[in-house]
C-alpha cells in the first residue's frame, strides 16, 4: 500500500483548472463553463488543459462559423455545382467555406472522442474498467 495514497474525494472538490493563458474570448468561457462539468467526474485536470483548451478553441471557432453561416453574413450556399471545361461533365463540390466548416467538424469529433463527451465514448470508458477483467486477464473489449 502506497504511503500516502491520494484522497480521491478531496481531488473531486478540488476546484477545476484554469483556461490556459492563449484562450481569449469565446473560447475561454467555453473552456470554464465545461470545466465546471467535466473536472468533477474526472474527464478534466491538469494535465489535460492545454488540449482540451485547444478544443474549446476550434468550438469557439466553429460556433462562430456556423453563426455566420446561417445568419445570411456569407451569401455561399453550400454546394456549388458547374461543367468541368475538360470533360463537359457537370460536378457538384462544397464551397471552400462548407469544406472548411467540415474540417473544424471533424477535429471537433477527434477531439470529444479523447475527452469522452459522447454517450458511446463514456460507454468505452466504462468497458475499460478493471473490475470487469475475467481472470485469465481478458475483459469484456475482447
Known amino acids: 500500500m502506497p504511503e500516502n495514497p491520494v484522497d480521491v474525494g478531496a481531488v473531486a472538490k478540488a476546484e477545476p483548472p ?4 492563449f484562450l481569449k474570448g469565446k473560447g475561454k468561457l467555453l473552456f470554464v463553463e465545461r470545466a465546471k462539468v467535466l473536472h468533477p467526474v474526472g474527464l478534466l485536470t491538469e494535465i489535460d ?3 482540451f483548451g485547444m478544443y474549446c478553441n476550434l468550438l469557439a471557432e466553429f460556433l ?3 453563426r455566420k453561416c446561417n445568419d445570411g453574413r456569407y451569401n455561399e450556399s453550400y454546394l ?4 468541368s471545361k475538360k470533360t463537359g461533365e457537370t460536378y457538384i463540390q462544397l464551397t471552400q467555406l462548407n469544406s472548411y466548416r467540415m474540417q473544424l467538424l471533424t477535429m471537433l469529433h477527434k477531439y470529444e472522442s479523447k475527452f469522452g463527451l459522447t454517450p458511446a465514448d463514456r460507454d468505452g470508458i466504462s468497458l475499460n ?7 485469465d ?3 469484456k473489449s475482447w
Open 18 to 21: 484554469k483556461p490556459p493563458s
Open 49 to 51: 488543459v492545454y488540449p
Open 64 to 66: 462562430e462559423l456556423d
Open 80 to 83: 456549388r455545382s458547374g461543367k
Open 129 to 135: 474498467n478493471p473490475t470487469d477483467n475475467k481472470p
Open 137 to 139: 486477464g481478458v475483459g
